[in-house]
């Protein structure tokens, strides 16, 4: 059954702004995690976004989200489209850790990943709709939507069985931390897989 969603009639802001930075915000604020999610990408591979996602989970209290999300919000943004800032770039190469911030109406595009990632809503409230992919006409349709508010953390493995896109539909603010199984150089190509949407739907929910 295709479910209807708001997030298909809001405003979709098909592209991102990317700030520059060359030092580890991530250290610089979140003591500890940089070395737990590269122990966490050492590890058997299929529990690598499980353990990332406990990473996460785990270093960032109350106190440390509310440091981390106060420097987010004093970076540059965009009226227009959802801001991704990198806070850390693995010195080898294994995983890129990135915020993201939504402002109402905000939202990705559908997409699969090529690589694991691991999320943590901050700040706010995301709307995670999922989509299931249809071979025979090569497009994506929605069957799902999920609130992931302030606290809640989402991880997967890349390919077509992980299709999502997120967004904010309501104010305040939202802020996300997001990591990759990728280096910082392939972030904007590398990450998300843009996908084709059906959009024909009923009108349940
Ligand atoms: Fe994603």
């Known amino acids: 059954m295709l479910i209807s969603s708001s997030l298909q009639t809001a405003p979709v802001s098909r592209t991102f702004v990317q700030a520059e930075s060359t ?10 995690l940089s070395t737990a999610i590269q122990t966490a990408c050492l590890g058997e591979a299929d529990l690598v976004p499980y353990r990332v996602r406990q990473a996460l989970n785990h270093a960032l209290n109350p106190v440390v989200t509310e440091r981390l999300v106060s420097k987010v919000l004093s970076m540059p943004c965009s009226a ?4 991704r800032h ?12 990135v915020a993201l911030r ?14 694991w990632c691991a999320y943590r809503v901050l700040q706010g409230a995301l709307v995670e709709g999922h989509f299931e992919w249809d071979r025979s006409v090569e497009q994506a349709y929605l069957f799902n939507r999920v609130d992931r508010l302030a606290g809640q953390s989402v991880c997967g493995h890349g390919g077509m069985d ?27 190509t590398h990450v998300n897989r843009k996908l084709a949407v059906k959009l024909e739907v009923n009108a349940s929910k």
């Not at 227009?80 to 801001?83: A, M």
């Not at 939504?102 to 690589?115: D, F, I, K, N």
């Open 23 to 32: 030092e580890s915000l991530l250290d610089l604020h979140v003591a500890g």
């Open 80 to 83: 227009q489209t959802y801001t």
């Open 86 to 97: 990198v806070l850390h770039s693995d010195p080898s190469g294994m995983f890129t850790v």
């Open 102 to 115: 939504w402002e109402e109406g905000q939202a990705s595009p559908v997409h699969a990943h090529y690589t």
């Open 162 to 188: 992980f299709i999502h896109r997120l967004g904010n539909e309501q104010k305040p603010t939202a802020v996300s931390i997001h990591v990759y199984g990728i280096d910082a150089a392939r972030i904007s």
